[in-house]
C-alpha cells in the first residue's frame, strides 16, 4: 500500500470516528435544536474565533446573541454539537427555575476545574476548586467577607475618591478620557488594595516601581489580569523571546514577590485580630484553623492573587458600563443625582457606611447595569449522571430536554437577563425596574446557590460610595469627537458598548467627559 493511500485511509478513519462521535452526541440530547458546528466554542481554538457559521459560535457568542438563540428554538434551552477536538454537548439555559436546578444540585452538576487553569498560575484556589478542597477554601476565606470588612471598604473608597478628586482632578471643570476604564480600573485596584490587603496606593504615587522590584503594584497586577491567557499558552522557556512576553515573565514574578511581601509584613507584624481587611481575615482564620486543613502558601498565593482579580475586574468593567449607560441617558443621570442629593441634604456631607441602604437608586442603577452587561456572561457546568432539564417552548407547552452524564450546561446568566418572559422590552435600559417587585431568580450577575460570589457586598458597597461622590460632583456625557459627529443614538450606542471576552466581559473603548457641576456640591 501506498503511502498515500495509508495517509487517506487513516484520514477517512479518523474523520468516520469524529462524524459517528458527533452523531451520537446529537442524539444523546435528542437532537434538540441549536448550533451545529466544527469546533467546540470551549475550545481555546474556537474561544478566540468570531462568530463563523458551522464552524465556532464564537468566543463572546453568550452577550453578543443575548436571547436571539432562544427565540430561534422557540424555547428557553438550546444546545450546541461540535465535532472537534472531541464531540462536545453544551445545553445553554435561560429559563430561571432550570437554572436554580443545576446552581443548586452541586453533585449532579459541577464546576469543569478543567477549565480554570488559566486562574491557577499561583496555586489552586476558592474559584479554581470543586469538592472538599473547595469547602475547606471557602470555610476559611468567607469569614474575610464580614460587616467591619464592608464598613472599612465604605471608608477607604471615600479616601480614595476624595483623593482623586483632590490631587489628580483638582478644580478642572473638565475631565475627559478616550476609555473610561483607565479611570475605574485603578480605582477599583485602589480599593481592594486598601480594604483587601491593607496596601494604600496614592493617586500621587506615580508610575515608579519601590527599591527591589521592577514593576509598581499597580503594573505588576494589571499586566498580569490582562495577559493571563499569553502567560497560560506560551512555555515559561519561551517567554522571553519577544519584548511584550518578557513583560508578561516579569509581571508575573513581580506580582509573586508583591503577595509575598504582603503576607511576610503582615505577619511580622502580629496582631491579626486588630485589623478587618480580607488579608488579616484570611491569615488569621488559617491560623486558628485546624492543622491539617490549612493553606500552603501555594494556596494562600493563589487565594490572594483570586481576591486581588475578582476584587478588581469585575468592578472596573462594571463601573465603566454603569457611567457609559447614565453618559447616553441623562433623563436617568438626571434623576439618580437628585435622588443622590436627596439624600446628602438629609445625612450630611460626608455619608457613612450605616446611611448606605438610603441610596436605593444607585443601587437599582447598578442592579440594571449589572443586568444588561453580566461580568460572567454566563457558567458552565458538567454534567456528573444522566438526568433531564425542563422548560417551556413559546406556547407554553413543556420541554424535557434529556442532559447526558458528561454533557456540559451554561447557566446562561446574558440570555436569563434578557429574556422576555421575566423582563419588559429587556433592551431599554430601566433602572426603577429594581424599585418594585422584581424577578429575583432572574437576576444572577453574582450566580447563585453554595457558589454565589463572595465579594457581592464589598462591590455594592465600594460602588455606591464610588457613584454618590462622582455624580454629586460631576455630570457625565460621551466625548464628542468629530468624526462621529453625524453618528445616531443607535450607532452611537453600538460604538460605545462594544465588547470582547477576556477573563470577563471587557469594554474595548468608551470615551466619556467628567463635567464639574455648576451647583456646589455637599459632598
Ligand atoms: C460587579 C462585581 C462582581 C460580580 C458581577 C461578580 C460575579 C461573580 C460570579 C458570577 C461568581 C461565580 C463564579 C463561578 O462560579 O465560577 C463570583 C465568585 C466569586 N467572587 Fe465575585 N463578582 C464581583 C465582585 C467581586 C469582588 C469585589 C470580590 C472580592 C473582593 C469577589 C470575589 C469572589 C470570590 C472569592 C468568588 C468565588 C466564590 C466561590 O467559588 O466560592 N467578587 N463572582
Not at 86 to 99: G, K, S, Y
Amino acid at each position: 500500500m501506498s503511502l498515500t493511500l495509508l495517509a487517506s485511509a487513516i484520514a477517512t478513519i479518523y474523520v468516520t470516528h469524529r462524524l459517528v462521535d458527533y452523531w451520537r452526541a446529537a442524539r444523546s440530547i435528542n437532537n434538540h435544536p441549536g448550533y451545529r458546528t466544527l469546533l467546540a466554542q470551549t475550545s481555546s481554538i474556537g474561544h478566540f474565533f468570531p462568530p463563523i457559521p458551522g464552524i465556532t459560535p464564537g468566543g463572546n457568542h453568550l452577550f453578543m446573541n443575548k436571547y436571539r438563540m432562544y427565540e430561534i428554538v422557540g424555547c428557553d434551552i438550546h444546545s450546541a454539537v461540535s465535532a472537534w477536538p472531541t464531540a462536545t454537548t453544551t445545553l445553554f439555559v435561560a429559563d430561571a427555575a432550570a437554572i436554580k436546578q443545576v446552581a443548586l444540585a452541586r453533585t449532579r452538576f459541577q464546576k469543569p476545574v478543567h477549565h480554570y487553569d488559566v486562574l491557577e498560575l499561583y496555586g489552586r484556589n476558592l474559584i479554581t476548586a470543586e469538592g472538599d478542597e473547595w469547602k475547606k477554601y471557602r470555610k476559611i476565606c468567607a469569614p474575610a467577607f464580614s460587616e467591619r470588612n464592608n464598613r472599612l471598604v465604605w471608608e477607604e473608597t471615600i479616601k480614595i475618591m476624595d483623593s482623586l478628586f483632590e490631587d489628580v482632578w483638582g478644580s478642572k471643570e473638565i475631565i475627559a478620557t478616550d476609555h473610561v476604564v483607565e479611570i475605574t480600573l485603578p480605582i477599583a485596584l485602589f480599593v481592594i488594595g486598601a480594604a483587601g490587603f491593607g496596601r494604600k496606593i496614592s493617586w500621587k504615587d506615580g508610575d515608579l516601581a519601590p527599591p527591589g522590584h521592577r514593576l509598581t503594584f499597580k503594573e505588576a497586577l494589571h499586566v498580569v489580569s490582562t495577559d493571563v491567557f499569553i502567560k497560560l499558552v506560551v512555555p515559561d522557556r519561551a517567554l522571553g523571546l519577544t519584548e511584550r512576553l518578557r513583560s508578561v515573565k516579569v509581571a508575573f514574578e513581580e506580582l509573586k514577590q508583591y503577595m509575598l511581601e504582603m503576607i511576610d509584613e503582615r505577619q511580622r507584624a502580629g496582631n491579626l485580630e486588630g485589623r478587618h481587611d480580607l488579608l488579616s481575615s484570611l491569615l488569621n482564620a488559617n491560623d486558628l484553623d485546624s492543622g491539617e486543613s490549612k493553606l500552603t502558601v501555594s494556596e494562600l498565593l493563589g487565594n490572594i492573587f483570586i481576591f486581588l482579580l475578582a476584587g478588581h475586574e469585575t468592578t472596573a468593567h462594571t463601573l465603566c458600563f454603569t457611567f457609559a449607560l447614565l453618559a447616553l441617558h441623562p433623563d436617568e443621570q438626571e434623576i439618580l443625582y437628585q435622588h443622590t442629593q436627596s439624600v446628602l441634604s438629609r445625612v450630611g456631607d460626608a455619608p457613612t457606611y450605616d446611611n448606605m441602604p438610603l441610596f436605593t437608586q444607585s443601587l437599582a442603577v447598578f442592579y440594571e447595569t449589572l443586568r444588561m452587561f453580566p461580568p460572567a456572561t454566563g457558567i458552565m457546568k458538567t454534567c456528573m449522571e444522566d438526568t433531564t432539564l425542563a422548560t417551556t417552548d413559546a406556547l407554553g407547552n413543556q420541554i424535557v430536554v434529556p442532559v447526558p452524564k458528561g454533557a456540559d450546561v451554561t447557566m446562561d446568566f446574558t440570555a436569563l437577563h434578557y429574556n422576555p418572559r421575566y423582563w419588559d422590552e429587556p433592551h431599554a435600559f430601566r433602572p426603577s425596574r429594581f424599585l418594585k417587585e422584581w424577578p429575583r431568580d432572574a437576576f444572577l450577575p453574582f450566580s447563585t446557590g453554595a457558589r454565589a460570589c463572595l465579594g457581592r457586598k464589598f462591590f455594592e458597597t465600594e460602588g455606591i460610595a464610588i457613584l454618590t461622590k462622582v455624580i454629586s460632583r460631576y455630570r457625565i456625557e460621551v466625548k464628542e469627537e468629530p468624526q462621529f459627529a453625524l453618528e445616531t443614538f443607535e450607532q452611537r450606542k453600538a460604538r460605545i458598548f462594544k465588547t470582547r471576552l477576556g477573563l470577563t466581559l471587557t469594554p474595548i473603548k468608551v470615551p466619556l467627559v467628567f463635567k464639574l457641576r455648576e451647583t456646589k456640591t455637599v459632598t
